[in-house]
């Protein structure tokens, strides 16, 4: 039943992907709030398909941590699933991500015309160039910027390995962190297509200062902070650094 029920929900999510990736193509001319609407709208969708197919659910913890000025938001990452719920819970995002995602049909069409920021995965010092100057042109604009600091998805038994990037973007912007710990690869794993039932905890914490601090330091306190709340809200084994 599982097995249908993720089918049914892929089928969903292709479907409404080329749909809203269309209008918000057509809609490229007008204002960034008009698509943004759309694609508000369309990942809302999604979460809830996500719950009435397959049983996924989620409840947010530290919502009083939400802030209301741009931030850059530091995120674990096990699934494709905060992708969707993070547009869901935070006002206007940005996300980075590797340029190749641009060329899939439609998807990355529709992804284009959301100010993302594309960088190109291992070119170096270009690539966090490009993540800094995106990241600050899009936190001016009053965009939250979301960052996977891991890099890539990772295992729900334990943390993968936390990266530069986003910490320098954040000292040199000055432009606080917010941290966001979950444990969505418990129900949709990496690499799994079908989707288990259950509950995931998202976790948002305070604002971490960056004024006067260096990449080091944030993205140390960062990933403390994430990582102190893994082993709380996890289901199963979770072994932290």
């Known amino acids: 039943m599982q097995f249908i029920a993720s089918l049914l929900f892929s089928i969903y ?46 409840h947010v913890e530290g919502a009083e941590n939400i802030p209301d000025e741009p931030v850059i938001i ?79 998805r990772t295992s729900p038994t334990g943390p993968g390995r936390y990266r530069i990037g986003g910490a320098i973007l954040a000292a040199e912007s000055g432009y606080p962190v917010i941290p966001v710990a979950h444990h969505a690869g418990e129900v949709w794993r990496r690499k799994e297509f079908v989707k288990h039932p259950g509950e995931v905890t998202i976790r948002i914490g305070p604002k971490i200062q960056t004024k006067g601090k260096t990449a080091e330091e944030i993205l140390a306190e960062a990933k403390n902070w994430i990582e102190a709340q893994m082993p709380e809200i996890t289901q199963g084994a979770y072994k932290a650094d």
Do not use: D
Not at 16 to 42: H, W
Not at 101 to 114: N, Q, R, V
């Open 74 to 152: 530091f995120c674990k990452h096990q699934s494709t699933w905060e992708t969707y719920v993070l547009q869901v819970i935070f006002n206007k995002i940005s996300f980075i991500f590797k340029n190749e995602l641009l060329w899939i049909p439609f998807f990355g069409w529709g992804l284009a015309t959301m100010k993302p920021i594309a960088i190109k995965r291992g070119s170096g010092k270009k690539a966090v160039k490009q993540l800094v100057n995106g990241g600050i042109k899009r936190l001016r604009e009053g965009i939250c910027v979301v960052i996977f600091p891991e890099g890539t």
């Open 13 to 58: 999510t292709l479907f409404s992907t080329v749909v809203t990736a269309i209008i918000c193509f057509i809609l490229f001319p007008f204002p960034y709030k008009i698509r943004y609407f759309f694609i508000n709208l369309y990942a809302a969708s999604v979460v809830r398909a996500l719950t009435l197919l397959c049983g996924v659910k989620y």
